[in-house]
């Protein structure tokens, strides 16, 4: 059995619902085989509620390492997530002046 700062997941377990949105692959209730989880988009991940978010860190320490593609850590693939991000929004104050009249 592996285990995580977080999250523990036996080796035997069955996908939860929302595990094949992350890792295509994967079937909910079907016994976890490890893919590769592609890096989601900041978007996404901020709608992901917190636990599943820590599950998610407990499936990619369990195959980290033993599944092509999948990312070292779970915090290398946030990392990635957040490098994604814009660092600034792409509208901002500073292009607009006062109006000029002449």
Known sequence: MATTNSWTVPSEASSPYWLPKFAPGEIAGQPMKGFAVPTPSGQMWSATPSSQKSGMEGYINRWAGSVAGMVASYQDMVDRI????????????????????W
Request: glycine share 4%; aromatic share 16%; no cysteine.
């Open 82 to 101: 957040f490098r994604m991000l814009p660092k600034r929004s792409p509208y901002s104050a500073a292009r607009w002046g006062t109006a000029r009249q």
